[in-house]
């Protein structure tokens, strides 16, 4: 970590570190700059227009050392200022007409602070009108004035006395002065918005805002910190228009690129004796950076102004090969901005370019353009920047004393780029930050076909959001397919420089129509980390990040909204979120019903007799592995219940579950509903000892560390390699990360259905154990086999059944919460589920293993293996 992220600025480090724009630059000459590894770039930014000649111009230094030589003293206010004197005249003879004092500041946001100053002594009015969009530096003053409500609200800004119109609209700027008369005291103005987004307004509005302004009795401010010295081809950018304003400010360019300075000139009517007497400032006016400010000038004008001409020329050179892109790609590139060497790319690009693709999420997230001036920097060794305001435009301001030549290498350049960005591949476009050459090739983009669909806003349609999260690092090209060229290494490096910048964001839409003729309309919301990422990160920070996607999922209409994987583990159960404006469940009565059904159709289709089954439930002590052990009590004569060895309240919890089936055997038989043969309720019928049903939770508990043990119908354990293999049946339902369920730990011929996500089953077992059928559990058929919109690696109107259930209350519109901790699973809420799956028409999908599905020569080796173990 470098010292400026340490002691300076850790947030922007961290951020310029991640996406490799923190190049340690050690030598600056004219447009290139040279890193520490001696790589030669060329600047295109030129500090936002504050080194009009490039990184230490000869001229200016000779400047400093004749003002070192001649022994000039810097600091002598208050005395006679003469370099400040000198520098003055000189700008008040090339500024527009009008303009005859100067008040020097150290920045051009000081300079906008005195202009608010001026204005206001001047006539008596408080009140300041400014554009939205607009910037105008960041001190509170310059920051009230800024039209940008994200660097505004977290310091109090706009203080009072300050509002914003649309920049470009003239009918705007009359309305408003003519709705508050005598309130304004100035309306200030960029003739062209720098970190707006280099955005020109229409043809005359300079002059007819000055002849608004006029009968108003408002005083016009020009903001050409940015535009003025040069930067568009001319000295000033209002000159185009011929307007004078009442004030003009100045700064970046007057710097030379090496002393900060900044100014605010004004006309005689503006000046007033209380702002002079009463506004002063240290550093501003010191004699070395007036006489860097006087060479600056000198530059510009020196052979009757022969550098503007080529500006201008070298401006229109870039600005025609831009224009030439952004006709070859108008997918990319909406639009070529600016004029002079002042000129914006649009990007246009957005989710229904590449549908399928992460990039269009980075464009919506404002990440897109530092991700290409990163790309730019690294690739191609050409240095940009995005504007502030206007997250779609990369800004090409360089020196004004850049060369044709190289005007074509930043064209060629920005050309190249273009080209990786029109192939679609984010894993194309983010290769540079895990090593990759670029000689590399990619697969090409292959969109997914885009889910289109959007809410009726009738109101007998429900509204659903469901969150999800990649399970693993290889899971994350279910987003964007392209990712699948990076390996797991590559993958850790990538997600973790990005995944603390992207934000929670809908991956797809989709619409459900179930058989009962109702209709849902949902959102898939992804949160970007991974089940590990989950784990490491403060418990705080993952719910943080989860609430973000719930407020999300709530602004966007959301009246429901599920959990998936790790989000209901993080949660607890979604008991942390109960309180976020919206109901949440959890999905896992449905999860329960779904194993239990899986379990039941394996065995028939394998001619298994239930009667004769022990099934161990991995998770036991958990809601979903208590559900599905209550439920599968209803046909299995015995139970292995396992919990988790480093959990010391496994055991106690283990043995509440036990006591809670044997409950509900007693509930049954109390009932007198017919029970199945072998079953545990049938074998406990005779059994004297099982405690009446309604005897207290404390009678259950000791039959099951007592009668109910030695009769052999629940077993315990928090030890899974000393219990498994004695099941014909293995239900997993864990939040562990961990393979658990080995090819040893497996009996023969047993049946395991795991619906923990991610998986708790090896790998190794799908090639070592062909005897043992693994059923990927929870996987459901929607009704009408609608799309998701997104790949999350099952066909088409496939959903996992915490998905489905979040579907069933939206289709039934019930906005409670649902499936919460683990008393909100119970036989009530599973069972109401089984019945609206049945009604809607939610079924168990074809049979899935190790994230495929089963296929026919898969099951006849089962059988076959099966076989001859028998």
Not at 175 to 199: C, D, T
Not at 408 to 414: K, P, T, V
Not at 693 to 701: C, L, N, Q, T
Not at 794 to 810: I, P, W
């Given at each position: 970590?470098?010292?400026?992220t ?40 030129a ?17 400093i ?10 600091f ?10 000198e ?16 008040t ?15 204005c ?24 009230s ?13 706009p ?13 705007a ?23 707006g ?40 950018a209002?000159?185009?228009e011929?307007?004078a304003?009442d ?38 006016g ?17 052979a009757g ?30 639009s ?9 790319i ?8 590449f ?25 191609e060794?050409?240095?940009v920047?995005?504007t ?10 360089p ?21 990786v ?10 290769s ?32 659903f ?24 290494a ?18 797809s ?30 418990k ?24 998936g ?46 009667a ?24 299995v ?15 106690r ?60 119908l ?39 259905c ?22 990927d559990?929870?996987v ?6 609608p ?68 296929s ?15």
């Amino acid at each position: 970590m470098s010292s400026y992220t340490t002691y300076v600025n850790p947030h922007l480090g961290k951020l310029l570190e991640s996406i490799k724009l923190d190049k340690k630059f050690v030598r600056g000459e004219g447009c290139h700059l040279y890193d520490d590894a001696g790589n030669d770039y060329l600047d295109c930014i030129a500090a936002y227009g504050a080194l009009p000649f490039g990184h230490n111009p000869p001229e200016i230094w000779e400047a400093i050392d004749r003002f070192r030589e001649s022994g000039e003293p810097s600091f002598i206010q208050p005395s006679n200022l003469d370099a400040a004197g000198e520098l003055a005249c000189r700008l008040v003879e090339l500024a527009p007409a009008g303009i005859k004092y100067v008040t020097f500041t150290n920045s051009g946001a000081e300079a906008v602070e005195a202009a608010v100053k001026l204005c206001r002594s001047a006539t008596g009015r408080l009140g300041i009108l400014a554009t939205g969009n607009s910037f105008h530096g960041k001190t509170l003053g310059a920051l009230s004035a800024t039209g940008n409500p994200n660097y505004q609200a977290v310091f109090g800004a706009p203080v009072a006395g300050f509002h914003h119109i649309r920049f470009g609209d003239a009918s705007a700027l009359e309305e408003e002065l003519r709705s508050r008369p005598g309130y304004y005291a100035a309306f200030i103005v960029e003739p062209i918005q720098g970190e707006g987004g280099i955005n020109e307004p229409p043809p005359g509005y300079l002059a007819a805002a000055k002849a608004i302004c006029r009968e108003y009795g408002v005083l016009l401010v020009f903001d050409e910190v940015q535009t003025g010295l040069g930067r568009t081809g001319r000295l000033f950018a209002c000159e185009a228009e011929g307007v004078a304003p009442d004030v003009l400010l100045l700064a970046k360019a007057l710097s030379g690129g090496v002393t900060p300075i900044g100014a605010c000139l004004s006309t005689a009517e503006v000046y007033s004796e209380d702002f002079a007497m009463k506004h002063s400032s240290t550093f501003a006016g010191n004699s070395l950076a007036c006489r860097v400010g006087l060479a600056v000038l000198n530059l510009l004008t020196a052979a009757g102004g022969a550098l503007l001409g080529r500006i201008s020329e070298r401006g229109e050179l870039l600005k025609a090969r831009l224009s030439a892109l952004q006709q070859r790609y108008p997918r990319i590139v909406k639009s070529i901005r600016g004029r002079g060497l002042m000129l914006g790319i649009e990007f246009g690009l957005d989710r229904e370019t590449f549908p399928g693709s992460l990039l269009g999420i980075m464009a919506e997230q404002e990440l897109l353009t530092p991700v290409i001036s990163a790309y730019l920097l690294n690739r191609e060794k050409i240095r940009v920047a995005p504007t502030l305001n206007g997250s779609a435009v990369i800004r090409i301001e360089p020196p004004l004393t850049i060369t044709a030549a190289q005007c074509l290498r930043a064209a060629e350049g920005i050309e190249r780029t273009l080209a990786v960005l029109s192939e679609g591949s984010t894993a194309r476009l983010l290769s540079y930050l895990v090593g990759h050459g670029p000689e590399r090739r990619y697969p090409r983009f292959v969109p997914y076909p885009p889910n289109k669909v959007t809410p009726s806003g009738e109101q007998d349609e429900g509204r659903f959001a469901f969150l999800i999260h990649a399970l693993d690092l290889q899971s994350y090209h279910q987003f964007d397919r392209s990712l699948l060229a990076f390996n797991e290494a590559e993958l850790a490096e990538l997600t973790g420089k990005f995944n603390d910048m992207v934000e929670p964001f809908v991956i797809s839409k989709m619409t459900v129509t179930s058989a009962a003729g109702r209709r849902a309309y949902g959102e898939f919301i992804a949160v970007p980390r991974t089940t590990d990422e989950f784990i490491r990160m403060p418990k705080q920070q993952a719910l943080a990040e989860l609430k973000a996607a719930i407020a999300l999922a709530r602004e966007r209409g959301a009246r429901i909204v599920g959990l998936g994987a790790f989000t209901a583990v993080v949660s607890m159960g979604g008991l942390y979120l109960k309180d976020e404006g919206v109901p949440i469940t959890t999905g896992n009565s449905y999860t329960v019903v779904s194993a239990v059904d899986a379990v039941n159709t394996a065995t028939d289709k394998l001619w298994i007799n239930r009667a004769g089954v022990t099934a161990a439930i991995v998770g036991a002590a958990g809601s979903i592995g208590k559900g599905i052990a209550l439920l599968l009590s209803e046909t299995v004569p015995r139970l292995i219940l396992i919990g988790n060895p480093g959990n010391k309240d496994s055991s106690r919890r283990l043995h509440a579950v036990a006591a809670e089936i044997f409950r509900y055997q007693a509930a049954l038989l109390n009932q007198g509903r017919p029970l199945k043969p072998g079953s545990m309720g049938h074998l406990l019928a005779g059994c004297p000892e099982l405690p009446p049903a309604g005897a207290p939770p404390e009678a259950f508990e000791a039959f099951a560390l007592g009668a109910g043990r030695r009769l052999g119908l629940i077993d315990f354990s928090t030890n899974i390699d000393a219990v498994l293999a004695r099941a014909d049946v293995v239900i997993s339902a864990t939040s562990t990360t961990e393979k658990i369920i080995h090819a040893g730990n497996l009996k023969r011929d047993c049946i395991v259905c795991d619906v923990s996500r991610p998986p708790n089953v090896s790998e190794a077992v799908d090639r070592a154990r062909p005897d043992v059928l693994v059923i990927d559990g929870g996987v459901i058929e929607v009704p009408g086999l609608p799309s998701l919109g997104w790949d999350f690696g099952f066909e088409e109107g496939l959903a996992y059944a915490c998905m489905a259930e979040t579907m069933m209350l939206g289709l039934e519109q019930h906005y409670k919460p649902y499936s919460l901790g683990s008393s909100g699973v119970n036989l009530e809420t599973i069972l109401q589920t089984r019945y609206w799956a049945a009604e809607h028409g939610f079924k168990l999908a074809a049979f899935r293993s190790f994230n495929r599905p089963l296929s026919e020569e898969t099951w006849q080796n089962l059988l076959l293996a099966r076989r001859r173990a028998g």
